[in-house]
C-alpha cells in the first residue's frame, strides 16, 4: 500500500461531482445522525444555550453559530465543518449536531468557512466542473486559517477548555479537518473525518496528527475508500493514534443507519480523547 499523500487534481476532481448531486445524501445524513433515545442513558445531558456570532481572520469576520451548555465552568470545544455544498445548505442538520454536543457538555461550533472565499450568499452553489479543483486549491489556504483562528478564538474563551478541542469535518470539510489538525499539532486534541483524505500536507507533518477517527464507506463513488486506507497506512507509519471504520456498501454521505452508527462512534471518541 502506497503512503504518499493523495494526488490532489484527481481527488478534488472528483469531489466536484459531489458539490450539488452528493448534497441531498450529506444532508440527509446529518439529520440522521442522532443516537437513539436507547443510547442517550449513558450521556449527561445539559441545558444549553444557541447563539450566532463571528469571529475575525486575518482582519475580516467569519459567520459560526455554536451551543454552550448553561452551568457556569469551561468545557471542551468541538468546531464543525460542513462539505462543499451550496451556502447553508444541510445547516439545519448541523445545528442538530451542535445541540447534541452542547447537550453531551460540550462547547460546540459550527463554522462557515465560505465566509471570506466560497458561495457569497445564501443558497449559492460551490464551483463545480472543471474548475473546482482550481477553486479548491486557491482557496483552501484560506480555509485553513479561517479554522485555525476559530481554534485561536476559542483558546480565549473562558468557557472552552483551550487543551481540549476537536474538530469534525465532512468530505471537503474532512479535508481541511485534516491538514488544520496536521499543521496545528498539539492545539487540536482529536479529529473525527468523514469521507474525507488527506491532501496539501506533506507526510512528515503526520507526525503531528492527534487522534482521528476516519469514517467512510466502502462504495464511495466521490472519494474512494482507498483514501482511507492510505490515511490509515500513514498514520500508522507515523505511530499516530486513530481508529478506522469501513461501511460495507455505503457511499458517500453514508445513509441513516451507518450515519447513526458513524455519529455514536463519533460521540464515543470525543469521551475517550476529550473527556466528556
Known sequence: MSL??????????????????????????????????????????????????????????????????????????????????PRGFGNQGFAEQCRELAAAGYYAMFVEYYSQAGPARLGDPPVTGKGFAVWVNGNFPIWTREIASAIDALGRNPGVERDRIALIGHSLGAFLALAVGAAEG????????????L??????????????????????ATIPVRYAYELDALLTSYNRPHEMKIYPGAGHGLDPATGADAWQRSLDFLRRYLGR
Do not use: W
Open 186 to 197: 498539539g492545539r487540536v486534541a482529536a479529529v473525527i473525518e468523514y469521507y474525507g483524505a
Open 4 to 85: 504518499r499523500a493523495p494526488r490532489r487534481p484527481l481527488l478534488l476532481a472528483t469531489l466536484a461531482c459531489a458539490a450539488l448531486f452528493c448534497a441531498d445524501a450529506q444532508a440527509s445524513r446529518a439529520a440522521q445522525v442522532s443516537p437513539d433515545a436507547s443510547e442517550l442513558h449513558s450521556i449527561e445531558v445539559h441545558p444549553i444555550e444557541v447563539h450566532q456570532g463571528q469571529f475575525e481572520s486575518d482582519g475580516k469576520p467569519v459567520e459560526d453559530f455554536y451551543c454552550v451548555p448553561l452551568a457556569p465552568g469551561a468545557y471542551p470545544a468541538v468546531i464543525l465543518l460542513h462539505g462543499a455544498v
Open 199 to 220: 491532501t496539501h500536507t506533506a507526510p512528515p507533518m503526520v507526525a503531528n496528527m492527534p487522534p482521528t477517527l476516519i469514517l467512510h464507506g466502502s462504495a464511495d
